[in-house]
């Protein structure tokens, strides 16, 4: 489903990715970890051209994104992506900030957008919330809605990037509930996080990332349970 | 014979007799030639009217203008690197060439040349006056609302990208929404100055509440209650309009608390 080949990114003199080649199947729930810096949030930006590849081409459905004459809105309304700060529009109501994009892309109508967007957020319990600004909730509870808003554009692939990091320790749950209840209705996704339980769980395939290379990938039993390289060693025994 | 038939009479038996006047007489003298004669009150509001015309127009002009130049500047600065767009260069340069030059020249002699050199065949004072005020105004709200677009968490924009929006709409219904919250104070600031430097518009010879003073002047040889008068027009309509730009921001902040 996306084809990563040879990708390269550098800031400046610093490289970030070195060489990443990697391919996503359809339905299947990757998780990225490794230690801060190690390039894991800047190869997830890449998938949809947040960042720029110095080098490398990554191919989504058999288009190649990286390409110029891509229509790259176009591609990135099939890619959901969620931040680590949520990234919520606090000028609009919850409603506004999830209809925005299908209305403004042409997807649905308004009134089909309120529906859908009311129907989205029963899913994930905050139904009541439709009429609220970002302000008034909790972490959670923006995240939530940051999820839902982008699965209101009915994308192909979800990304994480490190969508609970920036929450209270009490709220990681209800995120993590919702994205699980996410993988289990077969959505594509890519998460970079620290939640180690959340990749043995829900994960069908860990890469660990160190140094702008993917050091060590496997099913995440094997993973957690057999880590082959010493860096993975090192790193799982600091954090679990 | 009424308050002011009396006042002109006794000053007119003083300076006639060579007495010296009393200094009530000569001020409700001089009150009542420069505000009340001819009813030439009447005048300084029609300039004020004027005066609020140009401010008005210029503001409008100013903040379209002031946007637009805004987003090509950092449109331009956000692209990414090898991959700059040549007409948005091209455009770029112009916008910084304007924002130089306006910046950089005399509000007054921008008045000028605008009327006597450019529109040299029109004797519309008003519509010059708003189009010069404007694009003056356009270069200095393009500067306040780049550093307002550029104080936005730039999450914003990649929430807004990473739905598919193009850059555009995610700059109209996301970026510039947040912007001119962040920079409503100095847009007031430069309200009130507009309001203020529109005096300039003398001149040409557009008749605001700065050339009626002027006029009545002509008329009349006093020069300390025009210009003490419309000096405290000019006051009191920006502490309104301080006011007014204090309410209107605790009611943008109260949205954000709710």
Redesign the interface.
């Known amino acids: 489903m996306i084809d990563v080949k040879h990708l390269s990114k550098s800031f400046g003199d610093h490289l970030v990715l070195d060489d990443i080649s990697e391919h996503i199947y359809p339905g299947e729930k990757v998780v990225v970890i490794g230690p801060s810096g190690s390039g894991k949030s800047t190869f997830l930006r890449c998938l949809n051209l947040l960042e720029t590849p110095s080098s490398g081409t990554i191919t989504f459905d058999g288009t190649d994104i990286t390409d110029p004459k891509t229509d790259i809105n176009a591609m990135r309304r099939q890619m959901g992506m969620v931040f680590q700060h949520f990234n919520l529009f606090p000028n609009m109501t919850i409603r506004k900030n999830i209809t925005l994009a299908p209305v403004q892309t042409g997807l649905m109508k308004q009134a089909e957008a309120d529906e859908a967007a009311v129907a989205l957020l029963r899913r994930v319990g905050l139904e009541e919330k439709v009429d609220a600004y970002p302000a008034q909730l909790s972490g959670g509870q923006k995240q939530r809605i940051a999820i839902v808003r982008a699965l209101a554009m009915k994308p192909k692939v979800m990304l994480f990037d490190e969508p609970t990091s920036a929450l209270d320790p009490e709220m990681v749950g209800e995120v993590l509930d919702v994205m699980k209840q996410l993988a289990d209705e077969g959505m594509t996704m890519v998460v970079v996080t620290h939640e180690m339980g959340f990749a043995r769980e829900v994960g069908s395939r860990v890469l660990f990332m160190d140094g702008g290379h993917i050091m060590e990938q496997n099913k995440p039993y094997e993973f957690f349970a057999h880590p082959q390289c010493e860096r993975l060693k090192s790193f799982l025994d600091k954090v679990l | 014979m009424g308050f002011w038939e009396s006042i002109m009479a006794q000053y007119a038996d003083l300076s006639a007799a060579k007495q010296a006047i009393p200094f009530h007489i000569d001020m409700l003298h001089d009150f009542y030639q420069s505000f009340v004669e001819g009813n030439r009150w009447l005048l300084y509001l029609k300039g004020l009217g004027t005066t609020f015309q140009v401010t008005i127009l210029a503001l409008i002009i100013g903040v379209v203008l002031g946007v637009l130049v805004a987003v090509v500047r950092t449109m331009h600065d956000q692209q990414?690197v090898g991959?700059r767009n040549p007409l948005l260069g091209a455009v770029n340069a112009i916008c910084k060439i304007y924002t130089t030059v306006i910046r950089g020249t005399p509000m007054m002699v921008q008045l000028l040349i605008m009327y006597f050199v450019i529109f040299a065949g029109t004797r519309n004072q008003l519509g010059v006056a708003m189009l010069a005020f404007g694009i003056n105004s356009g270069a200095y709200v393009s500067e306040i609302i780049r550093g307002g677009i550029m104080s936005v968490?730039p999450?914003?924009m990649?929430?807004?990208?990473?739905?598919?929006?193009?850059y555009v709409?995610v700059m109209r219904?996301?970026v510039i929404?947040?912007a001119v919250?962040a920079i409503l104070p100095s847009l007031g600031n430069e309200l009130i100055t507009l309001f203020k430097e529109t005096s300039i518009v003398t001149v040409i010879g557009l008749v605001d509440l700065t050339k009626v003073a002027m006029q009545i002047q002509g008329r009349t040889y006093q020069a300390f209650m025009p210009f003490i008068g419309i000096a405290l027009v000019y006051l009191v309509v920006v502490m309104i309009l301080t006011w007014l730009l204090g309410i209107l921001e605790r009611r943008l902040r109260q949205?954000?608390?709710?």
Not at chain 2, 158 to 166: H, I, N, Q
Not at chain 2, 255 to 258: A, F, K, L, Q, V
């Open positions: 990414r991959k968490d999450g914003q990649e929430a807004g990208r990473s739905l598919g929006l193009g709409p219904f996301v929404p947040q919250k949205s954000d608390r709710r």
